[in-house]
C-alpha cells in the first residue's frame, strides 16, 4: 500500500511538473494564508508530536519526510510542513554524497520530484516572512546536528553529513546579513507570480 501511495505522488507530481508549463500556477490563496499566519506574530516552536514523527522518519528513505512534509502542508500545518521539508532536504542531500547507491534510483527520483514541485510552494510559503525562514533553518539544521540519521547513519561519512548542514547554515546566515535585500527581492518575486497568474 505504501509503495502504491508513493507511485501515486511520483505520477501526481510529474503531471505537475509537465502543467505548470501549460497552466499557469495561482499562488494568491497560499500568499492570503502566509499573510494571516504573519498577523499571528506567534514564534514557532518545535513540539513532542513533530518530534515523534521526525524520530519515526529518521529510520525511513528520504522520501519519507517529503511525503509527511506534503501532508502536513495540505492540513495547513506549515510551519511544521516547513521543517520537515528542510530536514528531509539534509537527509536527501547526505544519501546523494555519501551513498553510490543512492542516486540515481527509485527513491532519489521521488524526493528529487516533490523537491521541484510541493518544495517551492514551502519556500514561497517561507519567503513571506524572512524571520520564520531562518527559524525554520535553525530547527531543520540544530535537529540535524543533534539526531543521527539512523537509516544511513552519519558514522558512515560524518564529513559529508556536516558539509550539507553547513551549507543551510551558510544560507540561514546570508539571509540574517541580508534581510533587507532579500525582503524587497521576495516582494518583487511575490508581485510577479501574481500577476503572472492572473
Known amino acids: 500500500m505504501k509503495h502504491l501511495t508513493i507511485a501515486i505522488l511520483v505520477f501526481l507530481t510529474i503531471q505537475t511538473c509537465i502543467g505548470q508549463t501549460e497552466k499557469k500556477q495561482d499562488y494568491s490563496a497560499l500568499f492570503k494564508t502566509a499573510d494571516s499566519i504573519n498577523k499571528l506574530g506567534k514564534v514557532f516552536t518545535i513540539d513532542n508530536t513533530l518530534t515523534g514523527k521526525l524520530s519515526k522518519l529518521d529510520k525511513l528513505l528520504p522520501s519519507e519526510y517529503f511525503t509527511e512534509s506534503i501532508h502536513l502542508f495540505e492540513a495547513d500545518k506549515f510551519e511544521d510542513a516547513s521543517v520537515v521539508y528542510y530536514i528531509g532536504f539534509l537527509r536527501h542531500k547526505y544519501c546523494c554524497n555519501a551513498d553510490p547507491s543512492y542516486a540515481p534510483n527509485y527513491d532519489w527520483s ?58 543551510l547554515i551558510n544560507l540561514k546566515c546570508d539571509y540574517s546579513k541580508n534581510k533587507d535585500a532579500y525582503i524587497k527581492q521576495w516582494a518583487t518575486e511575490r508581485t510577479s507570480l501574481l500577476l503572472e497568474s492572473k
Open 110 to 167: 521521488v524526493a528529487e520530484s516533490m523537491q521541484a514541485t510541493y518544495g517551492k510552494k514551502i519556500i514561497l510559503f517561507l519567503k513571506t516572512n524572512i524571520d520564520r525562514y531562518i527559524s525554520v533553518i535553525n530547527t531543520a539544521t540544530d535537529y540535524c546536528q543533534k539526531n543521527d540519521y539512523l537509516f544511513f547513519s552519519k558514522q558512515k561519512s560524518i564529513e559529508k553529513y556536516n558539509n550539507s548542514i553547513d551549507a
